[in-house]
């Protein structure tokens, strides 16, 4: 499959002038190109101002069965690291989106995983595959 910009009878988005981010559902629908992983994250009680959070680049989709990866392409509204978003406050959430290359059929779950450089990564496991390629995960 080569990717190719919608035409505007394709893209109902082309309209309204939505972002990035919905141009890519769009296309995860209806070319099943890509896989995006929306996350929340809410800072925790255990820093006082809620720490910091980022996301490595190192960040994948893996499928235990195969041990096949996918590897993170685009990561919108969370700093990639070394840079972070510094939390104000305890419980304040940070939303984000993360876009992978479209997860497999074969693939029935997989898991999303982040090797962050020493400290401890996000891990989401069995996350279900279904047939939009678009996901919402809580992230701890």
């Not at 992983?37 to 820093?47: D, G, L, M, N, W």
């Not at 990866?69 to 304040?92: C, M, S, T, W």
């Not at 989401?124 to 701890?140: A, E, F, H």
Request: glycine fraction near 6%.
């Amino acid at each position: 499959m080569t990717w190719r910009p919608l035409s505007k009878d394709e893209n109902p988005f082309a309209e309204s002038g939505s972002d990035v981010i919905a141009q890519l559902a769009f296309e995860a629908f209806s070319e099943k190109a890509y896989t995006i992983v929306h996350c929340e994250y809410k800072a925790p009680k255990i820093y006082m101002n809620g720490g910091w959070i980022n996301i490595w680049p190192s960040t994948y989709l893996w499928d235990r069965d195969t041990d096949d990866h996918l590897r993170l392409l685009h990561a919108f509204n969370i700093p990639i690291a070394p840079e972070y978003h510094q939390f104000k406050n305890v419980g304040d959430i940070k939303r984000f989106t993360l876009v992978f290359p479209a997860v497999p059929r074969h693939w029935d779950c997989f898991s999303l995983k982040e090797i962050a450089g020493g400290h401890d990564g996000f891990h989401v496991y069995d996350i279900q595959r279904n047939t939009t390629g678009v996901y919402q995960v809580l992230l701890r």
